[in-house]
Every structure is written in C-alpha cells, then in structure tokens.
C-alpha cells in the first residue's frame, strides 16, 4: 500500500511523493519512516520515477536534511520549568525551557552539580524557575532530550 505526502520543489512546484512501507527515509544519521516526517522538514534528496503529468513521485529513497550540528555537545542556559524528579538508581530528570523549547534533560548519578559560584550542590536545591546553565549532547531523536554532564543552579 502506497503512503504519501506532498513537498514544494523549487522546479516542479507542488508534487506529491508517494512511498511504500519499504521505502528507507534518512534523518540525519537515524533510518526512519514516514511516520517521523514532520511538516516543514526539508527533503533534501529523493529518488524514483516523476509522472510530469501528474506531479507525482513515486520514491524508491528520501532523505530528510537535519543540521547534524544540533546533536553535538554544547552550553544551554534556559529556565527550570519544574522540580527535578530522581529515579532510585540515582538519575534524574528535568524539564528546562531553552529559547522556545522545553528539553528533557538525563542527569547520570555522577554528573556533577553545581551552584553559581561552581561548589558542589544537591538537586534537592533545584526549584521551578531558577536559572540553568548545563553542558550536554542532544538524543539525534525527534524529541527534545539531551544527556547533560555538568549542571549548574545560577541562582543558589
């Protein structure tokens, strides 16, 4: 059973792509589906046969452009939106708004935590609202989740 979705192409204007449940789609490093295909993702390259009558593309291959940039380890600075929940193996887990976006962060047992002044602190001190500066690798996942390695409370 063909799936399909339609894309704007600089050349050939609207055209419908049409793609079966084999069809292999790329974002970025990951193999996916149809069903990770978001409105407003670039196709950066596909492949098939072009019915010019019909605007239609039947695809043997798409592949999705996502800035590989995204999923490198970086600084985020946002807001803490919610108490830190712990896990009893020592994890944790927060909701911090960064720009526009509200990312998961994964706290490891070993991460280091901090305070302003960059002693060492506990998440218990944590509370919605404070000012987060954290350094971490974002999950190459539709989801916003990044795996923080160091933390740090700008307002304790």
Known sequence: ALRQFTMTSKDRGEVTVKVSATTPFTKGNRTVDIGNLRNGDYVSKTSG?????THTLVADKVTIY???SLFKAQNYAGKLVEAPTTASDGTATLKILVGGTTYTVHLQKDVLIMRAD???????????GDSIRFYGVRREIDDPIIDAEVIRNLYL
């Open 49 to 53: 046969d072009y019915d010019y009558a």
């Open 118 to 128: 960059k002693s060492t602190t506990t998440l218990q001190r944590f509370i919605a």
């Open 66 to 68: 996502i800035d590989l």
